[in-house]
């Protein structure tokens, strides 16, 4: 679609043939123009999938541990006692100084069912933000949502509680932040609506009670996603600002690190 005047028009066009504006490549292309692998791995889902590995890693390590400690529930539900060891929100570690499971938590879950939904809503919606801000402000964004998420969470309730989804809201919150930053466009438009209304039926289907949800991890982790997605604004290749995001992402990544090594730690001296 042409960015000016909307029309369709070709992927090989480079000019459009009704307002004969030159048209660019795709933004993602344009940042990240080669496939990983020879296009095995896409660029714009690289970060979303290796989060998606990581997280089926764990809970095939958590459902294994949980069965061979005597849970014959563990293929379909996973224990307090091992969400506890693998890190998950657990009120007296947090009250003992174990603020590194605000971050360990975003990467469990608490069952089958709630890995299956949350996987799915951040094959999703990862891939989109990953294209929209870049690597660098996805990271930034992810790992802020979750711990925004867990924080709000801890001071609400001291119930246990684990899962992707403080972060995938963070997703949601920058999504609606990308359609407010585009606000003048119809798409921006489209996207903040589309994005506003993922966040509102989720929120509701958190209160319906259905499912043991932790609606404030989801509250903390869309307002931690909204405000860095907004503060970070869209990527401006050569800019000065991308060095100050590929900072922000690295001590991310350092920091989620270090807070597996001591989650490790913690496994090795309390797993039976």
Not at 73 to 83: F, M, N, Q, Y
């Amino acid at each position: 679609m042409c960015p000016n005047c909307r029309a369709f028009i070709t992927i090989e066009d480079k000019v459009c043939p009704y307002c004969e504006v030159r048209v660019g490549g795709r933004a993602i292309d344009q940042r990240m123009p080669d496939d990983l692998l020879g296009g095995l791995i896409p660029h714009a889902k690289f970060l979303t999938m290796l989060v998606l590995l990581i997280n089926s890693g764990l809970y095939a390590a958590m459902m294994l541990y949980s069965l061979k400690s005597g849970h014959r529930s563990a293929l379909t539900d996973i224990d307090t006692e091992t969400l506890a060891l693998f890190g998950a929100k657990y009120w007296p570690g947090l009250r003992s100084g174990q603020m590194w499971r605000l971050v360990t938590a975003g990467f469990l879950h608490a069952g089958i069912l709630h890995f299956i939904m949350n996987m799915w809503a951040l094959f999703d919606l990862g891939a989109n933000v990953e294209e929209g801000f870049g690597p660098s402000r996805f990271i930034s964004i992810y790992f802020v949502s979750t711990v925004a998420g867990f924080y709000l969470s801890a001071w609400y309730s001291p119930v246990t509680s684990a899962g992707a989804s403080a972060g995938i809201f963070g997703l949601i919150g920058a999504m609606i932040a990308y359609g407010m930053h585009r606000s003048r466009s119809a798409m921006g438009q489209m996207i903040k609506t589309h994005y506003s209304r993922w966040a509102i039926y989720g929120l509701l289907f958190g209160l319906i009670g259905i499912f043991p949800i932790d609606n404030a991890a989801h509250i903390g982790g869309l307002a931690g996603g909204f405000v860095v997605a907004w503060l970070a604004g869209l990527p401006l290749p050569g800019n000065w600002r991308e060095r100050i995001w590929n900072t922000a992402a690295a001590l991310s990544v350092a920091i989620t690190v270090l807070a597996f090594v001591e989650m490790g730690f913690f496994f090795q001296r309390f797993a039976r």
